[in-house]
């Protein structure tokens, strides 16, 4: 698919999040400004970091700001660790021969001790550490090393990183392992987004062209009008039904159930076809994909719910009350065909 590879450092490769929060907020600390929690700092945090800095504390120099934070980042609590998948995708990358690099905004002696520390050196062609803007350095260094532009992608965490992609002329590849949240991420539109790296060695192998997903759905009801409303940031924090693909040698119904029983730990009966719906490159959805939506309408007769871990929360609601959360738009269509046509009579 590629035949270079430029990624990031921190949230991408490395987890550095806990001690980058840690220093972050002793920082703000010293300034009398609240402490971000993880969620908090995962949607607010941005790169550039100077411009981030000058909106929570416009007017403060940057040099004063960092003599605060990188003491407060060596002294933190916090480990710093390799993320899961991220040697096993060097080591991939290298056995096919592909060209990789490195390129972050981290401190020069922070991410040298790093890049030592974890023996991750001989994997890169070139390093590029302390860019505060990444989008400046883009195209010197597809130049220096003559990168062909189609043959090359950025591996990010972070919308900056996605911007100096889209700035350089390659393709962008976000990893949702780092610094800012699904939604944030998806705002910007990647070209590709995985959840892991691991999960990007399994797509690269895979090295097919796309085709519609057929994925099934169902509104489940209590039968006293009331039901199920599902979170979940792999559809950018909006709320919708619970469901999943279609399994080959599956019958639909009968992934339904299976789907359902694995998310929500449910049993279902009384299940019927609703509609089937189009999504085709959702901007709701973390990643880019074509699904055939099959929804049903099914009743459980139990209220105790079971999330896995593709789900952040539930609520039993009415219909009304469903169709004024913030839902994704399959879901906002399911409910109307739903309410206008009265299946759960």
Not at 2 to 19: A, Q
Not at 39 to 63: D, K, T, W
Not at 98 to 120: N, W
Not at 334 to 340: E, G, I, R, S
Request: hydrophobic share 45%.
């Amino acid at each position: 698919m590629f035949k270079n590879l430029i990624f990031d450092w921190s949230g991408t490769l490395v987890d550095d999040l806990g001690p980058v929060i840690e220093a972050t907020n002793a920082v703000l600390e010293k300034y009398g400004i609240a402490p971000y929690d993880r969620e908090g700092f995962r949607r607010n945090f941005r790169l550039p970091y100077r411009e981030f800095y000058e909106e929570i504390l416009p007017g403060i120099a940057l040099e004063e700001l960092e003599d605060h934070f990188r003491p407060a980042f060596d002294g933190a609590t916090s480990l710093v660790t390799v993320l899961p998948f991220a040697r096993e995708k060097l080591e991939w990358a290298r056995s096919r021969g592909l060209r990789m690099f490195v390129l972050t905004s981290m401190d020069p002696i922070a991410f040298a001790r790093q890049l030592e520390e974890f023996g991750m050196g001989d994997f890169f062609e070139a390093t590029y550490s302390g860019v505060m803007d990444k989008r400046e350095m883009i195209a010197e260094i597809l130049g220096n090393h003559d990168l062909v532009k189609d043959e090359t992608a950025f591996v990010g965490d972070m919308t900056h990183d996605v911007e100096t992609a889209r700035h350089g002329g390659i393709s962008s590849i976000a990893v949702l392992t780092g610094y800012q949240h699904a939604e944030v991420l998806a705002n910007v539109r990647p070209d590709i987004t995985v959840p892991d790296l691991g999960v990007l060695v399994k797509l690269f192998d895979k090295r097919r062209a796309e085709r519609p997903v057929a994925t099934v759905g169902a509104l489940i009801h209590d039968g006293s009008g009331k039901v199920l409303m599902i979170r979940t940031h792999k559809w950018s924090d909006k709320w919708g039904i619970p469901g999943g693909k279609i399994e080959r040698g599956e019958e639909s119904e009968a992934a339904l159930v299976r789907e359902i029983r694995e998310e929500t730990g449910l049993e279902i009966s009384g299940v019927r076809f609703v509609m089937v719906q189009d999504c085709i490159d959702s901007p709701e959805f973390y990643q880019r994909a074509h699904f055939l939506l099959l929804n049903y309408v099914a009743e459980a007769a139990s209220h105790e719910v079971t999330l896995n871990d593709e789900a952040e929360e539930y609520q039993w609601v009415t219909i009304a009350e469903a169709q004024a959360l913030d839902l994704n738009q399959a879901t906002r269509t399911l409910l109307a065909t739903v309410a206008k046509q009265n299946f759960l009579l």
